[in-house]
């Protein structure tokens, strides 16, 4: 059966079919939006993965085909995924991940697929909504519908899914996945615009949102499909109460050690001195005990914020770790600094080019184009005292220079002020959290070091929320455990004027 449903969003109709393509997935669904056509595909693994986490795999291309072009190359085929690829499957995977059931560990991989490219209207938010559908109209057990737009700012008013050219001439660009009633994931660059405006884009952009989720129910009522059955490995009480009894004061002792590696030694030997002691009953259920551990881990770091309003660092909810700044720290760079905040090190340097010469080709299926700006975000294994394999940079690393790049972006001069390529690279030599902001911080003592002349300063900061029932709190600047055991990571970037990026 073919369904086929459309609805007006920002002024174009937006139509979405299921039952024609790819009619072996689990779930596959073809957006279209003027011109452009994404499809995406959800497939579902039947048996559950031995993991301690949902094993999601999200990926987006853009074939060249879709715009009537040839790769470039020798190949004259398309490679490894290009940056902008990277970060739509990142965008995709945000929102989506948290709304599976809570212990689902069925192998689960969407996919989206540009089958024809219009220049002006960008597929990534098609891909995100096409994501949602796909999966909430297939028998994967995934039944939160997102719905995802973008919103620019022209001459001080919205437009909802603004094309190409007039994201050129917008103030920001904001895309924004939600559900009916509350918001899931942003992704923001701005030309220094106000928290208001930030706040008045969200509610504008809701009707859209409330539209493009009713679209997904309507199919979803005409196509009735049955959700598949899965079990959920719960952990026993008794097992997690013996824990308990035996190391919950051991575990509040080391959460309160301000030293990121000294915690994580103390967590490591304990949990390795109560593995050890299990008795012969017990060694059968050696990984259970090793998953309340850590639940317990996560309850007293949780329990500690809310109900004792208590930090594990001790620090207020609203204060920042100590931070310290250093430039011209590399004789023969251009520029350098290193910034430090409380565990997190970034050291940044920047390195001037020639404009023509140094200049990143990007290349897509809507031709090609030069980039004189770039920042580039490393992060070794010994920045969290790890020994592992040096390898080409993942797509959490692309991400992360990619936001610290949008941050600072609008606070670079003209080309006719200063006609030369930038490369800022940012390698983090420490991380305890907020790695990314601290980059972005590091990148303007870096630039303003090599004699950039910049619009002004810029700084990120990571903010966490804690929250249970009615209960929360907000942290300011959180720690890697924050973010780990927290509801939410939301990364603001700015100068004294207004926000230039946010996640």
């Known amino acids: 059966m073919v369904i086929c449903e459309s609805v007006e969003i920002g002024g174009r109709e937006l139509t979405i079919e299921m039952g024609k393509m790819a009619r072996q997935a689990d779930g596959a669904v073809v957006v279209s939006y003027g011109e452009t056509i994404v499809m995406v595909t959800a497939v579902g693994d039947r048996k559950p993965k031995d993991m301690p986490f949902l094993p999601l795999t999200c990926e987006y291309r853009e074939n060249s085909f879709a715009g009537g072009r040839i790769p470039g190359g020798f190949f004259k085929r398309e490679g490894r995924p290009t940056e902008a690829e990277i970060l739509t499957s990142r965008m995709t995977d945000r929102p989506i991940r948290p709304l599976f059931p809570k212990g689902y560990r069925h192998e689960t991989q969407v996919i989206g697929n540009v089958l024809s490219a219009d220049p002006e209207i ?3 938010v098609l891909s995100i909504t096409g994501a949602s559908t796909a999966l909430y109209c297939s028998p994967i057990p995934f039944t939160i519908p997102i719905a995802a737009v973008r919103i620019g700012m022209i001459d001080g008013g919205f437009v909802i899914n603004p094309t190409r050219s007039q994201i050129a001439e917008s103030d920001l660009d904001l895309i924004l996945a939600a559900r009916r009633e509350a918001v899931v994931m942003l992704e923001a ?5 106000s928290e208001e405006n930030i706040l008045d884009a969200l509610e504008f952009a809701q009707p859209s949102i409330e539209a493009l989720i009713d679209l997904q129910q309507r199919i979803y009522d005409q196509l009735q499909p049955v959700k598949r059955e899965f079990e959920i490995h719960d952990i026993d009480e008794t097992i997690v109460n ?3 009894e035996r190391v919950a ?3 509040k002792d080391a959460l309160g050690i301000s030293d990121k590696i000294e ?4 967590m490591d030997d304990l949990r390795g001195q109560m593995l050890d002691a299990l008795d012969e009953d017990e060694v059968e259920h050696r990984d259970d005990y090793k998953e309340a551990f850590y639940g317990l881990i996560k309850k007293y770091t949780r329990a500690g914020v809310l109900n004792e309003q208590v930090r594990a660092d001790g620090r207020e909810f609203n204060e920042i770790r100590s931070i310290s700044c250093e430039v011209g720290v590399a004789a023969r760079v251009h520029g350098s600094a290193l910034f430090t905040r409380g565990e997190t090190q970034a050291f940044v340097t920047t390195t001037l080019g020639t404009a023509g010469t140094d200049d990143k080709k990007v290349e897509n299926y809507g031709g090609e184009w030069w980039k004189k700006f ?3 975000y490393n992060f070794p294994p010994f920045s969290v005292g ?7 940079p993942g797509r959490r690393e692309i991400g992360h220079g990619a936001l610290a790049e949008r941050a600072v972006q609008p606070t670079l001069p003209p080309d006719e002020v200063f006609p030369y390529v930038v490369r800022v ?10 790695s990314s902001m601290a980059s972005v911080c590091g990148a303007t003592l870096s630039l303003m070091d090599a004699g950039v002349p910049i619009t002004a300063p810029v700084a990120g900061i990571a903010m966490g929320l804690m929250k249970e029932g009615d209960n929360y709190a907000v942290l300011s600047d959180i720690a890697g455990e924050e973010d780990h055991h927290g509801d939410m990571d939301f990364k603001v970037a700015g100068t004294p004027r207004g926000i230039t990026a946010m996640q």
């Open 122 to 124: 960008l597929p990534d």
């Open 189 to 193: 660059g701005a030309n220094e615009v």
């Open 242 to 244: 013996k824990v308990e």
């Open 249 to 251: 004061q051991e575990i």
């Open 263 to 266: 915690q994580r030694n103390a």
């Open 374 to 376: 770039m920042l580039h």
């Open 386 to 392: 790890e020994a592992r394999f040096l390898r080409g």
């Open 425 to 434: 690279v940012s390698d983090i030599f420490e991380s305890n959290g907020s």
